[in-house]
């Protein structure tokens, strides 16, 4: 059987392999094909051939194998893959899969395994995840694609750089303000946009992006420009600092609970400081899609016209989007300076929107869970892969690739009714939990 | 209680209705034949306020909704099941019902799901299923249902014949007619299927290049010779 099939799909696929070859040739020539050497007089190229030919030879065999074997796998199969069995699974058990998940999250920095370089990460991946659940209001529930959804997170950052630095204020009373003004710029770039939908949103938002951050760069006297802003201060636990010496006057946290000084303590707060706004992120966009506003996104998403002939307003359901997705980056930008301690415009480039943007999509379009997921992955996969040195971000991109042919709606794309149908007298639809399975899909 | 008044719409330099006036009366059905081109989902539309009237006047019990929003035309009571049906394919057939009780406030949202699945069984069968697995006439079915669920006083229905088995025809037809006589709902209807519709409207219009050429009762229509050779003759013969 299997000799069968691969018969009649080997002309198919040599031609296949054959124009990927000539395709790959043609760009390892001037990549690979062309060293430059100090010589006489500057510098010499030096080419190598055989190295391109070598290269081309790989990619001919590799797409060779993978078109025999896909041509393989392409026969119809009997009910969901797997992956779509776990997906489904997933969606269904979501409340356990999260309370786990949560419970892993709280003890995490007290796990044996777990030292100051494993919080820092983790602390990393939260705040990934936390802008990833921002997004995910604008992209997977108002289906408004947003390129440059890093604006909010530098609006928010320096918001609280300023604040901080200059006012002398500190986190606790930044953090509202900082998001109220990303919410703000998210509706200042709502109202130009409320016309636009896919490419051409995508590409004022992403202009949007830019004009942000090249303000931050070029406007001296309040930003500072390129050398950022230093100095930001830390957060304080209700009042108490994690300072070695504290100010005179004021107690420190290891003095007050009398327990030696450690540098890890502050790493450990600020790990649980953006867990817990994560949460709130999380039980805020969970808690909103059962709303009116939260299913009026889902089905401006689906499709505008009949929004509007159902009588939702379009206009407020998108600003609002656009201002609560922009309010969580503003709140993750508030975190990423007090963590840091100093912000820059480097800090916020195209690449930073591209990986958040990447997160929602490759978890699945409104996927809570799968945010995580890809949040986990996109920050971990370059960490793990440090041992690789230059290849890392080759692996990176390889399995980027990877999961959107294996999985080209998203790693956990399962959408469960957010309403269910309930006799006279019993919970009202918007407080029935997603908990049971669509039915057939 | 729905007057145009020599209404004239416009799509950039192409004038799509030529001083249309027509009138649906408290608890009618009132049908728009036409062919295709004919203007009738542009006079639809307009009632609805996307695009708006360039000139002559709406009126909806008297009141002046010419230049009304169209997300504020719904809660006035006028509720539109739009033509090519316009489901919300990812979501469930309970929660595009729900979408669409949005101007009601979601009050009655149980008793309404309820009085939609009794007028179409096939819905509730389906009722965690997404709407874009949904046949055509089951999406047409869940697209008026959904449409009632604002509990409007007045249903406007565009072609919902189109592309759908004649047997489902038949029954979105008859749930038409069951809306009307037992909640006393009034329908305007347009259609290319102007058999079916003829049959079951009070009164209708024919509408040819966006004129209105002919008015009168359901019958007396279907019994037009000129009626029957431009809109039956021929168009029977294609749905059949």
């Given at each position: 059987?299997?000799?069968?099939?691969?018969?009649?799909?080997?002309?198919?696929?040599?031609?296949?392999?054959?124009?990927?070859?000539?395709?790959?040739?043609?760009?390892?020539?001037?990549?690979?094909?062309?060293?430059?050497?100090?010589?006489?007089?500057?510098?010499?190229?030096?080419?190598?051939?055989?190295?391109?030919?070598?290269?081309?030879?790989?990619?001919?065999?590799?797409?060779?194998?993978?078109?025999?074997?896909?041509?393989?796998?392409?026969?119809?199969?009997?009910?969901?893959?797997?992956?779509?069995?776990?997906?489904?699974?997933?969606?269904a058990n979501g409340r356990w899969l999260g309370l786990v998940g949560i419970l892993f999250a709280l003890t995490m920095p007290f796990m044996p395994f777990s030292n100051r370089y494993v919080v820092d990460?983790?602390?990393?991946?939260?705040?990934?995840?936390?802008?990833?659940?921002?997004?995910?209001?604008?992209?997977?529930?108002?289906?408004?694609?947003?390129?440059?959804?890093?604006?909010?997170?530098?609006?928010?950052a320096y918001s609280f750089a300023l604040l901080g630095t200059t006012a002398g204020m500190g986190f606790w009373y930044c953090l509202p303000l900082a998001g109220l003004l990303a919410a703000m710029f998210?509706?200042?770039?709502?109202?130009?946009?409320?016309?636009?939908?896919?490419?051409?949103?995508?590409?004022?938002?992403?202009?949007?992006?830019?004009?942000?951050?090249?303000?931050?760069?070029?406007?001296?006297?309040?930003?500072?420009?390129?050398?950022?802003?230093?100095?930001?201060?830390?957060?304080?636990?209700?009042?108490?600092?994690?300072?070695?010496?504290?100010?005179?006057?004021?107690?420190?946290?290891?003095?007050?609970?009398?327990?030696?000084?450690?540098?890890?303590?502050?790493?450990?707060?600020?790990?649980?400081?953006?867990?817990?706004?994560?949460?709130?992120?999380?039980?805020?966009?969970?808690?909103?899609?059962?709303?009116?506003?939260?299913?009026?996104?889902?089905?401006?998403?689906?499709?505008?016209?009949?929004?509007?002939?159902?009588?939702?307003?379009?206009?407020?359901?998108?600003?609002?989007?656009?201002?609560?997705?922009?309010?969580?980056?503003?709140?993750?930008?508030?975190?990423?300076?007090?963590?840091?301690?100093?912000?820059?415009?480097?800090?916020?480039?195209?690449?930073?929107?591209?990986?958040?943007?990447?997160?929602?999509?490759?978890?699945?379009?409104?996927?809570?869970?799968?945010?995580?997921?890809?949040?986990?992955?996109?920050?971990?996969?370059?960490?793990?892969?440090?041992?690789?040195?230059?290849?890392?971000?080759?692996?990176?991109?390889?399995?980027?690739?990877?999961?959107?042919?294996?999985?080209?709606?998203?790693?956990?794309a399962h959408r469960s009714p957010t309403v269910l149908l309930h006799p006279k007298g019993g919970p009202r639809p918007a407080d029935v939990p997603p908990s049971v399975k669509e039915a057939g899909a | 209680?729905?007057?145009?008044?020599?209404?004239?719409?416009?799509?950039?330099?192409?004038?799509?209705?030529?001083?249309?006036?027509?009138?649906?009366?408290?608890?009618?059905?009132?049908?728009?034949?036409?062919?295709?081109?004919?203007?009738?989902?542009?006079?639809?539309?307009?009632?609805?306020?996307?695009?708006?009237?360039?000139?002559?006047?709406?009126?909806?019990?008297?009141?002046?909704?010419?230049?009304?929003?169209?997300?504020?035309?719904?809660?006035?009571?006028?509720?539109?099941?739009?033509?090519?049906?316009?489901?919300?394919?990812?979501?469930?057939?309970?929660?595009?019902?729900?979408?669409?009780?949005?101007?009601?406030?979601?009050?009655?949202?149980?008793?309404?799901?309820?009085?939609?699945?009794?007028?179409?069984?096939?819905?509730?069968?389906?009722?965690?299923?997404?709407?874009?697995?949904?046949?055509?006439?089951?999406?047409?079915?869940?697209?008026?249902?959904?449409?009632?669920?604002?509990?409007?006083?007045?249903?406007?229905?565009?072609?919902?014949?189109?592309?759908?088995?004649?047997?489902?025809?038949?029954?979105?037809?008859?749930?038409?007619?069951?809306?009307?006589?037992?909640?006393?709902?009034?329908?305007?209807?347009?259609?290319?299927?102007?058999?079916?519709?003829?049959?079951?409207?009070?009164?209708?219009?024919?509408?040819?290049?966006?004129?209105?050429?002919?008015?009168?009762?359901?019958?007396?229509?279907?019994?037009?010779?000129?009626?029957?050779?431009?809109?039956?003759?021929?168009?029977?013969?294609?749905?059949?």
């Open positions: 059987m299997p000799s069968a099939v691969s018969k009649q799909a080997l002309p198919a696929a040599l031609k296949d392999a054959a124009i990927a070859a000539i395709v790959a040739f043609i760009l390892f020539l001037p990549i690979i094909g062309m060293q430059l050497q100090p010589g006489s007089g500057g510098l010499d190229v030096n080419f190598r051939l055989p190295l391109v030919l070598i290269g081309a030879a790989i990619v001919f065999v590799g797409r060779l194998l993978l078109g025999l074997l896909g041509s393989r796998r392409r026969a119809p199969r009997a009910g969901p893959s797997i992956m779509e069995r776990v997906a489904a699974g997933v969606a990460v983790g602390t990393t991946v939260l705040i990934y995840v936390m802008l990833g659940w921002g997004l995910n209001i604008v992209v997977g529930l108002a289906g408004l694609l947003d390129l440059g959804y890093v604006a909010f997170y530098a609006v928010g998210g509706l200042l770039l709502g109202f130009p946009v409320l016309r636009l939908r896919g490419d051409y949103l995508a590409i004022v938002t992403l202009g949007f992006g830019e004009i942000i951050r090249i303000v931050l760069l070029n406007w001296t006297n309040v930003t500072n420009g390129p050398n950022g802003i230093s100095g930001i201060p830390r957060p304080s636990f209700f009042g108490l600092d994690f300072a070695r010496s504290p100010e005179p006057g004021t107690t420190a946290f290891h003095q007050y609970f009398g327990i030696p000084y450690s540098g890890e303590q502050r790493v450990i707060y600020l790990y649980f400081l953006i867990l817990l706004l994560a949460l709130i992120t999380n039980f805020f966009v969970i808690r909103i899609r059962r709303l009116p506003i939260g299913r009026a996104w889902e089905a401006l998403r689906e499709d505008e016209i009949a929004c509007k002939a159902l009588g939702i307003n379009p206009t407020n359901t998108k600003l609002t989007a656009f201002a609560l997705g922009a309010m969580f980056g503003g709140f993750a930008g508030a975190f990423f300076a007090t963590r840091q301690g100093f912000v820059s415009p480097e800090s916020f480039t195209f690449i930073e929107s591209a990986i958040i943007l990447a997160i929602v999509v490759l978890g699945g379009m409104g996927s809570q869970i799968g945010v995580v997921l890809a949040a986990i992955i996109i920050v971990l996969l370059p960490e793990l892969g440090r041992d690789f040195a230059q290849y890392r971000m080759l692996i990176f991109g390889a399995a980027m690739v990877g999961i959107m042919i294996w999985r080209p709606r998203g790693l956990l | 209680m729905l007057q145009l008044e020599d209404v004239h719409t416009r799509y950039g330099n192409i004038e799509a209705l030529k001083g249309v006036s027509v009138e649906v009366r408290q608890g009618e059905i009132v049908t728009i034949i036409g062919s295709n081109g004919a203007g009738k989902s542009t006079l639809l539309m307009t009632i609805c306020g996307s695009p708006q009237a360039a000139a002559g006047r709406i009126l909806l019990n008297g009141e002046d909704i010419t230049r009304t929003a169209p997300y504020d035309i719904v809660h006035l009571g006028i509720s539109q099941a739009p033509e090519g049906r316009r489901i919300f394919a990812r979501m469930s057939v309970l929660e595009n019902l729900q979408m669409g009780s949005v101007p009601s406030g979601g009050r009655h949202f149980e008793e309404d799901v309820q009085k939609v699945f009794t007028l179409f069984p096939r819905l509730k069968e389906r009722i965690n299923q997404r709407g874009g697995t949904l046949s055509g006439g089951e999406q047409q079915m869940l697209c008026i249902g959904r449409a009632l669920m604002a509990r409007p006083r007045l249903l406007l229905l565009d072609e919902p014949s189109l592309g759908i088995a004649p047997i489902l025809v038949r029954q979105i037809f008859n749930a038409i007619v069951e809306i009307n006589k037992e909640q006393g709902l009034t329908i305007l209807l347009v259609e290319q299927n102007a058999f079916q519709a003829l049959k079951i409207a009070h009164r209708a219009y024919v509408l040819s290049t966006g004129r209105v050429v002919m008015e009168g009762a359901g019958r007396e229509l279907l019994a037009n010779p000129e009626v029957r050779a431009a809109y039956l003759e021929g168009g029977q013969k294609e749905v059949a």
